[in-house]
């Protein structure tokens, strides 16, 4: 068993479907005409011993981290700026999204090792996203914070390429 | 500096301090523990996520 880093295969079909929004809500759209909104993302912690990968399609408690401080399900996901998207010429496009804040999880006791963090749309039926892998880590009365990469091109979180 | 631990709040004078870091093509990650007495009483960490994604195990998602 083990976590592989990956977006998830199942977010590119939903992609195509409309069923996640990321950032700054900027196109009227499903639930109200007059009124969208941005849908939630967040973060969810999983043991070392999990297997979240490309294949995972939601959300799910199984080996989910628990701990004092830690609530099932994660923390929120700041995602203040919508994705962006250019192109360097007309066969090589990209498009990209990084949540605007770090993601922190504030005087935890994780006891049990973990190395993955799931980002799901919990506004749409909890839909897996994406998940990154780090050092196996465990936190004991304490803070523990993901740092995004820079939003560009190369280095944002969340990046779909042509070719 | 006031700590967070297990022991409730505790000036970092009378702890032991230890810290590390690691850097891959993955993550920049720093530690911070405070140690009493021989026992781990607080434990942070701080991850820079470094590497976008794979899709499928391949080059970045492509379509």
Redesign the interface.
Known sequence: MAN????V?SF?SELMLAQHQLGTSTIVSRGSLTAPTTDTLKAALYLASATVN?STTAYSATNEVSGTGYTAGGVTVTNATAPTSTNSSATAGVGFFTPSASIVYT?V?LTTAFDAVLIYNSTQSNKAI??????S?????????????SNTTT????????? | MIVTTTKGDMDDSLLEHRAGEIENDNELTTWTEYWLDGELVHRSAHVTLKKIPTFAGGAAASF
Do not use: K
């Open positions: 592989t880093q990956s977006m295969t590119l490309a005087t006791t994406s998940v990154h892998t780090f050092g880590q465990t936190i004991t009365a304490g803070t523990f914070t993901l740092t995004m990469p280095t944002a979180l969340l990046r779909l390429a042509t070719t």
